[in-house]
Structures are given as C-alpha cells and as structure tokens.
C-alpha cells in the first residue's frame, strides 16, 4: 500500500503546513444536480468541515480560491484568520530563477502544458509551484494528473501528495473520536466511488473498513 502515511503518522501530519487545491470542495460536484447526497452541504458534513476542523496551518493559493464557487468560497472565509491563510505567487515568476524554472517545469510536463493566462490547471500548476519553492511537504489533491507529475518532477520529490483516501481516513477519525458513526456509510460510499483511481494505483484495500484496518499502524 503506497501511502505518505508511512513516512509520517496521521496525527502529526495535520500539525504540518499543507497546501490545499480547490478538487477538495469538488468531489460529487458532477452529480450534485441529480443526487441531493452530493450537494456541497452533505459532503461538508461528510469530510470538509473535519478537514478543516483537523488540520491546523492551511493554505490556499489565490488561484484556487478564485476557482471556488460561492459555497465553498463562503465556508473557506470562515477559516480564515484561523487555521487558513490564503497566498499568492509573490511577484516571483520572471524576478526569481528558481521559481520561474520550478513553474515552468511544471507548466511545459507534458500531462499539463499549462500556458500562463489561461484558465485551465490553473489552480493545480501555481499550487504546486508554491509549494515546491517554499518547500511545503504537504500538498492535498484527489487530482491523478497531480499525483503523476509529482512522482516525475524533480522539483516535486519532496512534496507528498495527500490523496482523497487519506481525507476520508481524516474524517473517519474524526468522528471516531467523537462516538458519532451517523457518517459512516456515506464515507464508505465517497471511498468506494470517489477513491476508485488511488486505490488502483496505490494499491489500496477495496472498501473504507479494510482501508482502517490497514491504516491502523500509521494513526
């Protein structure tokens, strides 16, 4: 089982920074127009108000938050002065070498060919960018595309990829903590639905229980 979880415990990864990209306010937004279990309140309830109760140093990168729609936007600015601090590129891309090369590495891979300007993987190229400059171990997507060129980018081996499986552990855990299980089966459901791409690629147990028990040594 491939998981960052190795190298550092659950419990001390949500005292690390981590950089969050706007695919965590976006699972089931596909489907939320014909299924009421996949409006942005149920899956607030779910796993993003955890998140967000759990971890304590956030960021958000400003162009992910232009990305966010009103809801999401809405339950970000709660957090903000707290736990989250939203950041911005800093003047850096064409007055910084290093910067300028470590985004351009990561706009030309060939999975992204992000041309500056423009709109799409927007969020994900300056996130990650951000992130490997100022060495920010953490970074959170359910993105694959993220996830492979982390794994192939030079300027990302130090970056680790928080994957939506290790989210929903989160979350489990949270609720765990507080004899609450009325969340249990929507989580199993988001894990099996949501988690089908990871769990192919990281080798992970097919169903949320088997992935606790599996998880258990990395709490």
Do not use: W
């Not at 891979?109 to 500056?116: D, Q, S, V």
């Not at 089908?196 to 990281?202: G, L, M, S, T, W």
């Amino acid at each position: 089982m491939i998981t960052p979880l190795k190298k550092i415990a659950l419990r001390d990864l949500l005292n690390k920074q981590i950089l969050f990209d706007a695919n965590i306010f976006m699972v089931g937004i596909s489907d939320r127009l014909s299924d009421n279990d996949y409006s942005f309140e149920n899956m607030k309830q779910l796993y993003i108000q955890p998140l967000f109760e759990s971890f304590t140093d956030i960021y958000v990168h400003e162009e992910v938050y232009k990305e966010l729609g009103d809801d999401a936007r809405g339950f970000l600015d709660t957090y903000m002065g707290k736990n989250v601090t939203i950041v911005d590129e800093g003047g850096l891309y064409g007055t910084d070498p290093q910067y300028t090369a470590i985004f351009n590495h990561i706009a030309n891979h060939e999975l992204i060919k992000y041309e500056r300007g423009h709109s799409k993987d927007r969020g994900e190229v300056y996130s990650l960018a951000y992130a490997a400059y100022h060495n920010m171990n953490y970074f959170c997507s359910k993105e694959i595309m993220v996830d492979h060129v982390a794994r192939e980018l030079n300027d990302l081996k130090d970056i680790d990829i928080i994957t939506f499986d290790i989210i929903l552990l989160q979350a489990y855990v949270y609720y765990a903590l507080r004899n609450d299980n009325s969340n249990s089966k929507g989580l199993k459901s988001i894990y099996k639905k949501y988690c089908a791409d990871v769990i192919k690629r990281h080798g992970l147990p097919a169903t949320l229980g088997e992935y606790i028990k599996a998880s258990r040594n990395y709490l």
